[in-house]
């Protein structure tokens, strides 16, 4: 299974929506909190973009120029919630938590806009996996899944293109998915989708739902190595 620091870089690192809560915005709308971009740089800091005249920039510059109180740092923490990209019952696949220091950056962003650094001091996630804590060090040297970038467009074009290939993969989790009658055959929707292998959600006909995963011969690195697994992966259904 990916580590949970990997997991945690992924979600990061992707597109899923997150939020920047600082102490003494509370009531700020989430809009204003949500970064224009974010990144990870090479010692695990997270950086995030918003505009100059967001309450999160005013944060903190502000703390720069505290005189009662001489540290220059804001606590804060960027919340991250997934949501699967393609329709299914109970469709948050996780979320993250990322805990640190803020500090403003100046000149790494364009016109009109700050770069604020989160220094990580400890993560947290919780996801189809299960709940775990993430050290600092493990973020800072996790890597993020090849595949996190394109996962969203590859679940939509399997739900959309092999759905014929999807239900036959019911075929290889036993009796509990089994049925020779397509009236009463459970629905198979893609969940998610790593270097390691597949996760899809089976619906069955009186509302339940269960979810399986399908490990790949060997990890990919890219769509091709996934498209050669997903052959594979198929054909073993089909026979």
């Known amino acids: 299974?990916?580590?949970?620091?990997?997991?945690?870089?992924?979600?990061?690192?992707?597109?899923?929506?997150?939020?920047?809560?600082?102490?003494?915005?509370?009531?700020?709308?989430?809009?204003?909190?949500?970064?224009?971009?974010?990144?990870?740089?090479?010692?695990?800091?997270?950086?995030?973009?918003?505009?100059?005249?967001?309450?999160?920039?005013?944060?903190?510059?502000?703390?720069?120029?505290?005189?009662?109180?001489?540290?220059?740092?804001?606590?804060?923490?960027?919340?991250?919630?997934?949501?699967?990209?393609?329709?299914?019952?109970?469709?948050?696949?996780?979320?993250?938590?990322?805990?640190?220091?803020?500090?403003?950056?100046?000149?790494?962003?364009?016109?009109?806009?700050?770069?604020?650094?989160?220094?990580t001091d400890e993560a947290h996630i919780d996801d189809l996996w299960g709940t775990e804590s993430v050290a600092a060090d493990s973020f800072r040297d996790a890597a993020p899944d090849p595949l996190g970038d394109v996962e969203a467009d590859l679940l939509q074009h399997l739900h959309a293109a092999h759905p014929r290939e999807l239900a036959g993969l019911s075929g290889l989790l036993g009796a509990r998915a089994s049925c020779t009658c397509a009236a009463h055959r459970p629905a198979v929707v893609p969940l998610a989708l790593d270097r390691l292998g597949l996760r899809v959600r089976v619906c069955e006909r009186d509302g339940g739902c269960f979810d399986a995963r399908f490990e790949f011969p060997e990890p990919v690195r890219d769509v091709a190595g996934l498209s050669r697994a997903m052959h594979t992966l198929f054909a073993a259904a089909a026979g």
Do not use: K, N
């Open 1 to 119: 299974m990916p580590s949970a620091a990997e997991r945690t870089r992924t979600l990061v690192q992707s597109t899923c929506s997150a939020v920047l809560l600082v102490p003494g915005l509370e009531s700020a709308g989430s809009d204003q909190l949500m970064p224009l971009s974010r990144g990870v740089g090479p010692d695990g800091d997270v950086f995030l973009e918003f505009p100059e005249v967001s309450p999160v920039v005013r944060a903190a510059a502000q703390a720069g120029y505290d005189e009662d109180d001489g540290d220059d740092e804001v606590p804060a923490v960027l919340e991250i919630t997934d949501v699967a990209p393609v329709a299914v019952p109970h469709r948050i696949r996780g979320r993250a938590r990322i805990a640190g220091w803020l500090t403003a950056v100046p000149g790494l962003a364009g016109p009109g806009r700050m770069m604020l650094r989160l220094e």
